[in-house]
């Protein structure tokens, strides 16, 4: 693409940027010093004000005052909001899909599937709202009952990153909403519009059912301004999503005003696969896992574990599917690749390949980019390197598509192997041997939070949690009992006897 018809295309993105900003009821920014670009191009779409100190201030002051009333509204009273958002969302699902690709340059069937993401989690959380159960423990002293219950905690601060634009702030805010905390979020700095987009829609769905629109609030910028959020003693619980240098300055900041901190922090997702395993349903979840999304979803496969004697089989089926990828613009149809968010996200990747082919490693394919969409855009090729070993960058998290492949002869030694690096996520094992599978999730064996068998490490539903362990940070979100983050626990014993027994049989007489 020529320089000038990249400054067209950026042209009509922008006009359709405009065009769809407004049909999901949201008011193109005014310009501003914070720019929202798309990786289609690196052409920049609007610019918009980055929140300011006193912006930041008032947001949280509102969310705050909105809780008051918020809280005690009762739960399935506050699932109307939550299922309006949804009506909205599937109405508007196209739209906001449109715009998730222009901001953060997925494909349009995975931008569709983060928006049905969304309202799936929104259907959950209508459902929880019936559900927020406490449970009833026997006293150990007659006439007494001893119960827990389950009440709102805050005001939540939602920090999110750029490649789950949407769904992380839903799974987030659908659950924090029914559980009867109000919203601060703060989305990353590089997907400004998809946020302004979902507050709108959000806010919009509060007052057609009369609910306060001010139970979600919107802050925009970098860093600077997640951290108001982080240090605010308003904020009851920080949820943040994105890298793991990003955990290491929030989690002690807010421990050290006591808050809540909720982690979704990067990963460095395994895959082992044994001689039994089918091969072609392998390496078909095995593509998908490592390449989808541009290798950039925090559980995207980065290193495959195989056993030797399947090692050349499976290892061309990839090749083979990963030569036959199209790499390209993600609004055109048959692209299974889109571009890398910025220049930062390239000079990473090739940066560890560098590393990797020093350490010995040896490239099976891709790699390289991918040029025609102007200097500014990033497109490259799913690289499938060969490892002799998993050296310092396989046991680091590169945000971008490339796959180390290494070999094992004893299923201890490739777990040993998986287990071998300072993140926990995701996890898969490939296998037909029973004893296999269940040695994998047995408590020696996969230490992530999430553990599968016989498919890829990403595309997790929303019914169970999510979340990992180390450096991933520990959090759970979605489904299961994650809404338990969002709420606190009150202990409760009434003595309905005329006597005063207690506990451990103490006497005080
Ligand atoms: P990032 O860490 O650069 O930014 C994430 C968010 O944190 C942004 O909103 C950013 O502005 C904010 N932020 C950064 N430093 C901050 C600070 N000191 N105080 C407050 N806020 C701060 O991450 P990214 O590049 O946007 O996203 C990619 C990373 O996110 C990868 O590591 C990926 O694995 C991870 N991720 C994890 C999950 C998960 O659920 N575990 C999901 C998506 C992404």
């Known amino acids: ?37 798309t990786p289609i191009t690196g052409g920049e779409l609007a610019s918009l004000p980055p929140s300011s100190i006193i912006d930041v201030d008032l947001a949280i002051g509102a969310a705050d005052r909105a809780f008051r009333e918020w809280r005690s509204v009762p739960a399935p009273q506050r699932a109307a909001l939550v299922r309006r958002l949804a009506a909205l969302l ?57 119960m827990e219950t389950w009440h709102p905690l805050g005001v939540v601060g939602v920090i999110s990153a750029f490649n789950f634009p949407v769904a992380v702030w839903a799974w ?3 659950l924090a909403l029914v559980c009867g905390d109000t919203v601060v979020w703060k989305p990353s700095e590089t997907t400004p519009l998809t946020a302004l987009a979902c507050h709108t829609l959000l806010r919009r769905a509060a007052m057609e059912v009369g609910a306060d629109p001010e139970v979600h609030q919107l802050i ?27 955990g290491r300055t929030v989690a002690p900041r807010v421990a050290a005003r006591f808050g809540r901190c909720l982690l979704e922090l990067g990963g460095n997702n395994a895959a082992i696969v044994t001689p039994s395993a089918d091969l072609d349903l392998a390496a078909r979840a095995i593509v998908f896992a490592a390449a989808g999304t541009a290798g950039q979803r925090c559980t995207t496969m980065r290193r495959l574990i195989v056993h030797t004697s399947v090692v050349g089989p499976l ?20 692209v299974l690749v889109g571009p890398l968010i ?22 099976v394919c891709g790699g390289e980019r991918v040029e025609g969409f102007g200097e500014d855009a990033f497109y490259v090729r799913p690289a499938l390197v060969r490892m002799p070993a998993q050296t310092a960058v396989v046991r680091e998290e590169t945000f971008a598509p490339i796959l180390y492949a290494m070999t094992y002869n004893d299923l ?31 408590a020696d064996g996969s230490d992530c939070g999430i553990a599968n068998i016989n498919i890829g490490t990403s595309g997790a539903e929303i019914g169970g949690a999510f979340g990992g362990e180390k450096e991933t940070g520990g959090g759970r979100e979605s489904g299961s009992d994650s809404w338990k983050a969002y709420m606190r626990r009150a202990t409760n014993t009434v003595n309905y006897s005329t006597e005063l027994p207690l506990a451990q049989g103490i006497r005080f007489e």
Request: glycine share 10%; hydrophobic share 35%.
């Open 342 to 363: 910025n220049s930062q996200g390239y000079l990473g990747m090739q940066s560890a390949l560098r590393r990797a082919l020093e350490d010995g490693g040896e490239l």
């Open 412 to 442: 201890d030694a490739a777990i040993e192997l998986h287990n071998g690096v300072p993140q926990g996520l995701s996890s898969s094992l490939f296998t037909q041997d029973q004893r296999e599978a269940e040695r994998f999730l047995a």
């Open 1 to 37: 693409m020529t320089q000038a018809l990249t400054e067209r295309t950026t042209r009509e993105l922008r006009d359709r940027t405009e065009m769809l900003l407004r049909g999901l009821g949201a008011v193109p920014p005014e310009p501003g010093s914070l720019p929202a670009r």
């Open 90 to 146: 599937t109405e508007h699902q196209d739209e906001l899909a449109e715009l998730v690709t222009l901001e953060a340059g997925k494909i349009t069937a995975e931008a569709r599937g983060e928006v049905q993401e969304m309202i799936d989690i929104c259907e959950f959380a209508i459902g929880l709202s019936r559900q927020l159960y406490g449970r009833t423990m026997p006293s150990e002293r007659p006439g007494h009952r001893l």
């Open 172 to 174: 987030n805010t659908a």
């Open 220 to 246: 925009q910028g970098a860093a600077e301004v997640g951290t108001r959020l982080v240090d605010d003693p308003r904020v009851a619980l920080v949820s943040a999503t994105g890298s793991v240098r990003m």
């Open 315 to 334: 290892l061309d089926r990839v090749a083979a599917a990963y030569r036959q990828l199209r790499v390209g613009n993600p609004l055109d149809e048959g």
